[in-house]
């Protein structure tokens, strides 16, 4: 299948800095790559919807100015949590949807953000 | 609204049994997507099987199979021959057609299975 990676894996970071996540189609284009947010034992909760190109699609609930999404290519997305705080800590994890096939996404392996 | 429930919070299954993970669903819409997904304890997700509204047979993916009763709105996970490394949380998610343009999927709440020696 196709595959996604996500860079770092894990980051522990200050309170009031801010983070950037890397969400990379390595062997496909993807038009479409998604962010999620999930707490422990939770569910996955989708934050956006990132399109190469233009603006990101938040979800109700969700700060822009907070989660900043970048679609930079058809390979690379990035999320940035800007001035982190502790209940930012969570396990984000992107996917990316190629366009083709059974329309499944294709996900990262995710970042588990911890803020101190 | 789309919503997916799955009542399941946790399932203990003896090693090469089969299992039945439960998932129902609800659209008004009658074109829609269903997946499962598998979350091992590293956390990444990994696509198992999917199955379309307008697909006549049940979808199968080697150990896994999709029991699609479209009238009762259920999509359960079928798992044959249960392994030591199934022991995960498992995912139904649904797209519809009001996603299609941008394929957002709803999470269901998941199930944890582990399988017993």
């Known amino acids: 299948g196709a595959v996604v990676s996500q860079h770092p894996s894990r980051v522990i970071c200050k309170s009031g800095t801010s983070v950037k996540i890397e969400c990379r189609s390595l062997?496909?284009?993807?038009?479409?790559m998604f962010w999620y947010r999930q707490f422990p034992k939770k569910s996955l909760m989708l934050m956006a919807t990132s399109n190469e190109g233009s603006k990101a699609t938040y979800e109700q609930g969700v700060e822009k100015d907070k989660f900043l999404i970048n679609h930079a290519s058809l390979t690379l997305s990035t999320l940035t949590v800007t001035s982190a705080h502790p209940e930012d800590s969570s396990f984000y994890i992107c996917?990316?949807?190629?366009?083709?096939?059974?329309?499944?996404?294709?996900f990262g392996p995710g970042t588990r953000l911890t803020v101190l | 609204a789309q919503k997916i429930t799955q009542t399941q919070p946790g399932m203990f299954v003896q090693e090469k049994e089969a299992v039945t993970l439960d998932c129902t669903y609800d659209?008004?819409?009658?074109?829609?997507?269903l997946f499962w997904y598998k979350q091992p304890s590293s956390g990444e997700m990994i696509f198992l099987i999917y199955?379309?509204?307008?697909?006549?047979q049940n979808a199968t993916e080697g150990r896994y199979s999709l029991n699609f009763q479209k009238a009762r709105k259920s999509a359960n996970l079928v798992i044959s021959a249960s392994q030591l490394g199934d022991s995960a949380m498992y995912f139904c998610a649904m797209r519809d057609s009001t996603n299609f343009g941008n394929e957002k999927l709803t999470f269901g709440t998941g199930t944890r299975l582990t399988i017993i020696p």
């Open positions: 062997d496909f284009q993807a038009t479409t």
């Open positions: 199955q379309g509204s307008y697909d006549q």
């Open positions: 659209t008004s819409d009658p074109s829609y997507g």
């Open positions: 996917s990316a949807y190629p366009g083709t096939g059974n329309n499944e996404q294709f």
